[in-house]
Structures are given as C-alpha cells and as structure tokens.
C-alpha cells in the first residue's frame, strides 16, 4: 500500500545515510503524549512484527478523504515538515487507526458506538460527578501537574481505556499509520516543501471562522 510521511531534513540525511529511518524520541514530547504512545506501543506490539525492536513509531498518512493525504493550505508551514516522503509497505506492516477517534484518545474522552451510547455514558459522569477538564488531566502531563487518583475515578479511566480499541479500524475516511521502520528501498518519491505560505500535511489548521476543526464533534456528528 502507498503512504505519506512529512519529515524533517535531518530525519532526509538518516534515511539516505543508514539506508533506513526510525523514530527519534528525542522529539517526542512524552509529557503531552507519554500516556497515548503507551496505547499505541501495546496495541501496535501485538499486531505489528516489530523485527528491528524499534522503540517508537513513524507517523504516516493511509487515507484522507480522497487522497492519501492532507492537501496542502494557505498558511504556516508546520514545524519539521520539510520533505515528503510517499513510500510503500505491506498492509501488515502498518497499524492503522482512524484519525477521528484518536483525537479521543489525546484527551481521555470515552469513543462511544452511537448516540446513546454517547449520552449514557455522559450521564455516568454526571453521576460520578467527573469533568471532562479532570479526564483530560489524566493524560496530559505537560498541562496538567495532578490529576484524581481515587477509585471510582481510574474505573471510569480504565472504561475509557477500553473504548480506545475502536480506534482501530479501516472504516473511516481519514485513517492515519504507524510504521517501525521506513527502508529507503521502500521509498518512492521524495518532494522538497520549499514554499513558506503553504501549510502540508497537516488537517489542524485554521479555518475561514478562524478556528480549527473539532474532529470529536465531527465525529459525534456521524452518529447515528
């Protein structure tokens, strides 16, 4: 299958040099990402072969509505994408999630099956008197210097945990992937991005209303 990954110049120099490229963690910030890499690692251990016991992941695009990936916009480019690389591996060898629903996991929000399933769990925490802000500080450090740590609290966590596996799926129009390794012999094409008023890659941009796009809400608009 074809894959998008945008990467920096330095990652451009590893993957001519070695021959390969590997995630480098130092620029991972593990404070705001620590506990959903933790998600991704476990899940992507079990389906994934990882031969090379790579440690983190790369990021690449699979889908996004009808291309592979984003288009490019009007705007700031975003930090470190200086080239990108389409290159191709066995579906196997990717573990793909929808890009929508991850945004749940980024906040420790509850995936839910369909409209009442959403609402029923709404109410659980609205009886379990636990807000959204206090799920949120659960999982991002780098915000957030405590967060609850009682009983009743880390079951609701762990019930949220447990809906992460829908995630999973190929059913969605915009699905993201996560590869160990990215061999150049797997590489196709590589495209310098060298215009400044161009942002690649990314769907997190600002819109026309001047805000940018809330996928939980847009998936919860899906539902049925």
């Known amino acids: 299958m074809r894959l998008v990954t ?46 090379y016991n790579t440690k983190y992941p ?13 288009q490019k916009h009007k705007g700031e480019p975003v930090k470190g994408f200086d080239v990108k690389i389409t290159f191709r591996k066995n579906k196997k060898d990717v573990f ?4 929508r629903r991850y945004s749940f996991l980024l906040n420790n929000v509850y995936i839910p099956d369909n409209i009442m399933d959403k609402e029923k769990f709404d109410m659980l925490l609205k009886e379990k008197n636990i ?14 210097e405590t967060h609850r740590e009682d009983k009743e609290f880390l079951n609701i966590c762990k019930k949220i945990r447990d809906s992460f596996d829908k995630c999973i799926t190929l059913d969605s129009d915009i699905l993201q992937g996560c590869v160990w390794r990215i061999s150049l012999n797997d590489v196709e094409k590589i495209e310098i991005l060298n215009d400044d008023n161009y942002r690649y890659g990314s769907l997190n941009y600002k819109r026309s ?16």
């Open 6 to 51: 945008f990467q920096s110049f330095d990652a451009l120099k590893d993957l001519v040099n070695k021959g390969y490229l590997e995630c480098n963690e130092k620029f991972i910030n593990m404070k705001k990402a620590g506990p959903t890499y933790q998600w991704i690692l476990e899940k992507m251990n079990k389906q994934v072969e990882n031969k």
């Open 58 to 70: 790369i990021w690449c695009w699979v889908k996004c509505y009808n291309n592979i990936c984003p």
């Open 96 to 99: 793909i999630t929808d890009f």
């Open 131 to 144: 807000t959204l802000e206090e799920l949120k500080a659960y999982v991002r450090l780098d915000k957030y």
């Open 209 to 224: 209303n001047g805000k940018t796009k809330n996928w939980r809400e847009d998936y919860y608009k899906m539902l049925k």
